[in-house]
């Protein structure tokens, strides 16, 4: 479980970009974060890594504040898919996915456990066919996929995404959508960030809907994103609203 405690973060002497946040993610749910550019979701995903600081208490994962779990055991708990990675070494793609495993196997000897849970893992996202391929020579959407086995590997409590269907095409955004959901109904608390206010309502569960910092709305997903809500979040230019009540979907 991830709970957030009146979050209040800036960035050196400057004002705060995240204000007063509160929210909860349970073990089996999952909770989109959505809000234009600049709202806080980058920070606020940051700041529930340890990757910024933050007032102590106001973060606990398992019930344990953040700023008192060592790194490894963290890794051991809350895996983490970011928006976007930069191969810098030619690993192999099942090389890549294992280090998904190095919280649980000290100085990289990984046993055939591991190796099974990686193989696995790239089974979910329907990429064992690429297992020893060098990860540089990868598509982006490729690779997206490949760091998302590698969070899947490292079978966490809680899984933090930001923007995960980012560089994916049509189809394998569905598929990872339909993943997540999979996952989110065999126990881990996830949160993840999008700018799709129509993948939320694809995927379900809750979302929590930020604007320049402050948190404005959280709830179900059927009753949170609304023609309204979005109207007022994204600040939408006439011709996209025509285009809303055309259709009768709530995000352009």
Known sequence: MIEVRNLTVSYHRAPPVLKNISLRVSRGE????????????????????????APPGSILLEGRPLETIPRRSLARSLAYVPQQHAGVFGFRVLDVVLMGRTARSPWLRFSAEDRQQAMDALEKVRLTHLADRSYLELSGGQRQMVLIARALAQDCGALVMDEPVTGLDYGN????????????????????????????????????????????????????????????????????????????????
């Open 30 to 53: 999952v909770v989109n974060v959505l809000g234009p550019n600049g709202c806080g979701k980058t920070t606020l995903l940051r700041a529930l890594l340890g990757f910024l600081p």
């Open 173 to 252: 955004q569905f598929h990872l959508l339909d993943l997540i959901g999979e996952l989110a109904a065999s126990g881990p608390a996830i949160l993840l960030t999008t700018h799709h206010p129509e993948q939320a309502v694809y995927l379900g569960g809750r979302a929590v809907l930020l604007k320049d910092g402050t948190l404005v709305a959280d709830g179900a997903v059927a009753s949170t994103i609304t023609e309204d809500q979005v109207r007022k979040l994204y600040e939408l230019p006439p011709r996209a609203e025509a285009w809303m009540r055309l259709t009768g979907t709530s995000a352009p």
